[in-house]
């Protein structure tokens, strides 16, 4: 974590005079990286994007040097959709929500490392969208007419369940767990939630075994190493390593009644 100074006001509880942010910047793939430094003005209730927009208005280098406006990404703004994140003094959360307050000075902000750089702090999540695809994360309904109410659930299913459905695919999972890496394919901790979500589903339920075998195939649960870093950094407090849990059981399961009922060949 950056060491504060000037008075830091996370530490100190006196405003500082300004606002340092140290940005690691790259133009593109394969392209060399550099840190720029950049001082802002103090504002209070300041967060992370609002900073970012301040450079974009006038890209200035702390020691007056003119460069590019600042790549990121952001939609909500809220914290729903999970587009922000990025490494904030050395740790992966949304900026929208990291308020410059209750950050040490100077603020460091990197992209994520798992995915593949678009530019400065941008990267393609891609990759947890094609795990989500994998899995079939969704509830399969033929055609756009009229099927009446749904199947009813119950309050306490209904409540646990929210709690998966909050997921924003921000990638917060897949850049703290070790699994993931140049040489795994793991599909991460968000998709394994979701297969529990959905097959949980009273019409999702239909498709619990296409789920199921899905996380036994290449870079599914089995790939797990249960550092439970996933669980830690999780914006929404999703109960991940319980989601990871359950469907260790549930492919267990499936895998020995796939074995057993496997077809027999008939004798001639």
């Not at 959360?93 to 995915?115: G, H, N």
């Not at 890496?181 to 999702?204: C, E, K, W, Y």
């Not at 399961?253 to 001639?268: F, G, N, S, Y």
């Amino acid at each position: 974590m950056a060491t504060a100074h000037n008075g830091n006001h996370a530490s100190s509880g006196s405003a500082p005079s300004h606002i340092e942010l140290r940005i690691k910047r790259c133009d593109g793939p394969g392209q060399p990286s550099r840190v720029e430094v950049f001082r802002l003005p103090y504002r209070q209730n300041a967060n992370v994007i609002s900073c970012l927009q301040e450079i974009q208005r006038n890209p200035v280098t702390a020691d007056g040097t003119k460069t590019t406006p600042v790549v990121w990404d952001c939609n909500c703004l809220e914290e729903v959709c999970g587009a922000c994140t990025m490494v904030i003094n050395g740790r992966v959360r949304q900026s929208c929500t990291a308020l410059i307050d209750q950050l040490d000075q100077p603020v460091t902000l990197e992209p994520m490392t798992k995915f593949p750089l678009i530019r400065d702090l941008a990267v393609d999540r891609q990759r947890m969208f094609d795990a989500l695809k994998k899995v079939r994360a969704w509830v399969p309904i033929d055609g756009s007419h009229d099927l009446g109410p749904g199947p009813r659930q119950s309050p306490k299913s209904q409540e646990w369940m929210y709690t998966l459905s909050t997921c924003m695919t921000c990638g917060c999972c897949l850049e703290a767990c070790p699994q993931v890496n140049d040489n795994s394919s793991f599909m991460g901790a968000a998709a394994i939630s979701q297969v529990r979500l959905f097959n949980n589903h009273p019409t999702g339920a239909m498709h619990k075994e296409e789920r199921l075998r899905a996380l036994m195939t290449e870079g599914g649960i089995q790939d797990c190493g249960k550092s439970q870093n996933c669980v830690e950094v999780c914006p929404k407090s999703i109960p991940l390593t319980t989601s990871i849990a359950e469907m260790f059981r549930a492919t267990t399961l499936q895998a020995i009644k796939d074995w057993v009922m496997r077809e027999v060949p008939k004798e001639h």
